[in-house]
């Protein structure tokens, strides 16, 4: 890929992207996931991409839970997460979490949002570090964007497996796995 073409192509008013410009955090996410993502076909990357783009605020580096594109503190603490999460469940923003999977750390860190202790061991796999451990290192960016291209590989292989015994069965619902 001609990676200056493509940065070019990003910064085009008409992209519906960034509009004209890119900021150097958001270069670095994105040149952190094109590494990552070498050999990936260009729907698979441009799919990263555009999920890294969302689960970011746009920014392409990656973030805790609750941080927005508009907070000002883009690190707050654990505990501030923690409390954010607990505000917003009681208040009843969160009616798809039927039990808060953030009170033990496991919120949502990264380019992709990792949550539950068991994709945080999941991702530990992936990437050869004890994220159950040391959550904080899935804010890590090599980290972090190998976790969004493996996570993703593995997601659609899973898929294509799932898809194929569907076929194979005759089922026609569909379920996601997490993580």
């Given at each position: 890929?001609?990676?200056?073409?493509?940065?070019?192509?990003?910064?085009?008013?008409?992209?519906?992207?960034f509009g004209t410009s890119l900021s150097a955090g958001q270069v670095e996410g994105?040149?952190?996931?094109?590494?990552?993502g070498d050999g990936l076909s260009v729907p698979h990357m441009a799919h990263v991409?555009?999920?890294?783009?969302?689960?970011?605020?746009?920014?392409?580096?990656?973030?805790?839970?609750?941080?927005?594109?508009?907070?000002?503190?883009?690190?707050?603490?654990?505990?501030?997460?923690?409390?954010?999460?607990?505000?917003?469940?009681?208040?009843?923003?969160?009616?798809?979490?039927?039990?808060?999977?953030?009170?033990?750390?496991?919120?949502?860190?990264?380019?992709?949002?990792?949550?539950?202790?068991?994709?945080?061991?999941?991702?530990?796999?992936?990437?050869?570090?004890?994220?159950?451990?040391?959550?904080w290192r899935a804010l890590a960016l090599p980290i972090s964007a190998k976790i969004?291209?493996?996570?993703?590989?593995?997601?659609?292989?899973?898929?294509?497996?799932?898809?194929?015994?569907?076929?194979?069965?005759?089922?026609?619902?569909?379920?996601?796995?997490?993580?």
């Open positions: 890929m001609n990676k200056a073409k493509f940065f070019e192509a990003l910064r085009m008013r008409d992209s519906g992207v994105t040149e952190a996931l094109l590494r990552a991409l555009a999920e890294v783009y969302h689960e970011t605020g746009h920014g392409m580096l990656p973030v805790k839970e609750t941080v927005f594109p508009y907070s000002k503190n883009k690190n707050p603490s654990d505990g501030t997460v923690i409390a954010r999460l607990d505000h917003a469940w009681a208040r009843g923003k969160l009616p798809w979490v039927k039990t808060p999977y953030w009170r033990d750390g496991m919120f949502g860190r990264g380019q992709i949002q990792i949550t539950h202790e068991y994709n945080y061991r999941k991702a530990s796999a992936l990437v050869g570090a004890d994220l159950v451990r040391e959550p969004a291209v493996d996570g993703s590989r593995l997601a659609c292989s899973q898929a294509r497996s799932f898809l194929t015994m569907t076929a194979r069965t005759g089922l026609t619902t569909i379920t996601p796995a997490p993580l």
